[in-house]
């Protein structure tokens, strides 16, 4: 069944969309009506090309694949086998289409998440009872909220960033919008946790020393059409750099403290000399 989607504004001159042929964009932009509520269709050229290009008769099969290859090799879209059937999963789907009310997919959560991670599911899979995405699903249960999974905002960690950057969500409108979809983002392939790790060392490894370059709010969360995770919070592990710079910074207080305890004696010995040449002469 066909869905009404959304198109940003930026995906018209995005750099690695520009890349690809005119006809793969427009395919590209159908499969994301053909994908169900987390960006998941069927991989049959034959059936993608009767759905997007029903009245082009001079369109052959074979070169729908060619585009849909293209899209594989861009990395746009993942291919995995899921019950003996082949699926595509529009990988970056979930951080560009805000969907009120999703209806849940044929394809098991932690399937999907494994497909993006670059696994493939050759035999049925089922969601485990420590499944994060099951447990939140169940918390939904609980309090009446049905089967949908939701995703819930964090406004204290949002803020938290556009405050480190100098913003703020009432007059930094822009800025607030690419926060949310960033931890919506986070919290859909289940790295949340390990960002609030990795935020709040960057926050006190900057604290500790003014001169540390400070990365720009982009270059922080990243590419939206990278999943954000070519963002400097991800560059490197911050809580390792933290413990390092901590580590020197108590290794220059002991050496200074040291510095300081031994002035004393070495003054009052160059006294003591001094008084010894004295009682000679």
Do not use: C
Request: glycine letters at 6%.
């Amino acid at each position: 069944m066909a869905r009404i989607r959304t198109i940003k504004p930026d995906f018209w001159t995005d750099e690695k969309i520009g890349t690809l042929r005119r006809d793969v964009r427009l395919l590209y932009i159908g499969l994301w009506n053909l994908a169900d509520d987390k960006g998941v269709l069927k991989a049959n050229p034959a059936f993608i090309k009767g759905q997007i290009f029903p009245y082009d008769e001079d369109l052959r099969i074979g070169s729908v694949k060619e585009w849909i290859d293209s899209l594989e090799n861009a990395r746009m879209l993942v291919p995995f086998t899921y019950n003996g059937e082949s699926y595509f999963i529009i990988r970056t789907f979930l951080a560009h289409q805000n969907i009120n009310r999703p209806t849940a997919s044929k394809i098991p959560d932690n399937v999907i998440l494994n497909a993006i991670k670059g696994s493939s599911h050759n035999t049925h899979t089922q969601l485990t009872e420590d499944s994060p995405l099951e447990i939140e699903r169940k918390g939904n249960r609980k309090e009446g909220k049905g089967e949908e999974f939701t995703h819930t905002r964090e406004p204290e960690l949002e803020n938290s960033i556009l405050d480190f950057f100098g913003f703020s969500e009432h007059t930094n409108f822009d800025k607030a919008r690419t926060v949310k979809d960033f931890i919506f983002s986070l919290k859909n392939f289940l790295r949340l946790d390990f960002f609030r790790k990795q935020f709040d060392a960057y926050v006190e490894l900057k604290s500790l020393d003014n001169g540390l370059y400070k990365h720009s709010f982009k270059n922080f969360i990243g590419d939206q059409s990278e999943r954000f995770e070519n963002g400097a919070w991800n560059a490197e592990n911050w809580e390792q750099r933290l413990n390092e710079e901590k580590e020197k910074s108590s290794g220059k207080k002991e050496k200074a403290a040291n510095t300081t305890k031994s002035q004393p004696i070495r003054g009052i010995e160059a006294a003591m000399k001094v008084a010894e040449v004295q009682m000679r002469d």
